[in-house]
């Protein structure tokens, strides 16, 4: 039996976690598809890099660097940590095969060893020959099967299918009768299920992070959007992030969100403003300028869920 260690008390939640549905108006779908599938291109590139890099060194420093140019920063974080995590998750799977193999051989050899129809101690024989037999057969398919579990943990080679195995061999059914699901039906939750819309949180970021931002009173969501996705400013290309209010996919050159404007009703860090946001100099906000971004609405009732 597994010992019983002293009780001890668990630690307050350090974080939060928001689960709310958005009703996106057709435009805001649109973007939010084609972020998601931009980045879920991505997601899947970093995370063949990592299968292939097997056991070893992660190199999360390199390919954070790598993907940061067709992303951001953040992104590139959110989706390396991914990576890692969906590769360590395999890993600890192919741990949990090797446990279960080893025990079901364990089971079968005691077994085997004693005579049929036996007994010693408390390992009971198989009842008859034909049974004795079978049980044989089945011990050398599970050494086998042992023996390639440990060579992939060998060399550090898992399992992963982004947007989930038992969707993945659905696709064999369709069409045929087996499940209601047409073709185009499965392709559309395939691709939704490879979408990548997940960012990291951080502690002194207010209502979130830098990448995904929602206003629990205000009732909008904030996106940003990769730099290749973000259009320019009119005058030449600028792949500066910026920050756009909503309903506006291009950013008006010389214009700032109301939040963040000198006009702001609360003032910049004034009395009513309850996160309060430093102004440079030229009229910014704090940490450089506006970030390209899309404001969704934020509705209670049914809709896409946001995770």
């Not at 192919?94 to 077994?111: H, I, K, M, Q």
Request: positive net charge; charged residues 30%; contains cysteine.
């Amino acid at each position: 039996m597994r010992p019983v260690i002293a009780p001890f008390v668990v630690a307050a939640p350090a974080g939060a976690r928001i689960r709310t549905r958005l009703r996106p108006n057709p435009d805001d779908q649109r973007v939010l598809w084609a972020v998601g599938a931009w980045l879920g291109g991505l997601a899947g590139q970093d995370l063949a890099v990592r299968c292939r890099l097997g056991a070893g060194d992660d190199q999360r420093a390199e390919r954070k660097r790598a993907v940061t140019p067709v992303a951001s920063s953040r992104w590139a974080g959110a989706i390396t940590r991914t990576s890692n995590d969906q590769w360590e998750r395999g890993r600890r799977n192919l741990l949990d095969a090797r446990e279960g193999l080893r025990r079901a051989c364990r089971v079968v050899r005691s077994r085997l060893a004693v005579p049929v129809g036996g007994r010693r101690g408390r390992v009971r024989g198989y009842a008859s020959r034909a049974e004795r037999f079978q049980k044989q057969g089945r011990l050398q398919h599970l050494e086998a099967r042992l023996a390639r579990v440990e060579q992939r943990l060998a060399v550090g080679r898992v399992a992963v299918c982004r947007g989930g195995r038992r969707l993945a061999k659905l696709r064999h059914a369709v069409d045929r009768g087996e499940v209601p699901l047409t073709e185009a039906e499965w392709r559309g939750r395939w691709q939704a299920a490879r979408l990548f819309l997940t960012a990291d949180g951080e502690a002194d970021k207010s209502w979130g992070n830098e990448t995904i931002r929602i206003h629990p009173e205000a009732g909008w969501l904030e996106l940003r959007l990769p730099t290749p996705l973000a259009p320019a400013p009119a005058g030449g290309l600028d792949d500066r992030p910026q920050r756009r209010p909503s309903g506006q996919l291009g950013a008006r050159p010389g214009r700032q969100p109301p939040w963040c404007a000198p006009h702001h009703p609360a003032g910049a860090g004034g009395a009513g403003d309850k996160h309060p946001r430093r102004q440079t100099a030229g009229g910014g906000c704090r940490g450089g300028p506006p970030r390209q971004g899309r404001r969704l609405p934020v509705h209670r009732g049914r809709g896409p869920r946001l995770r």
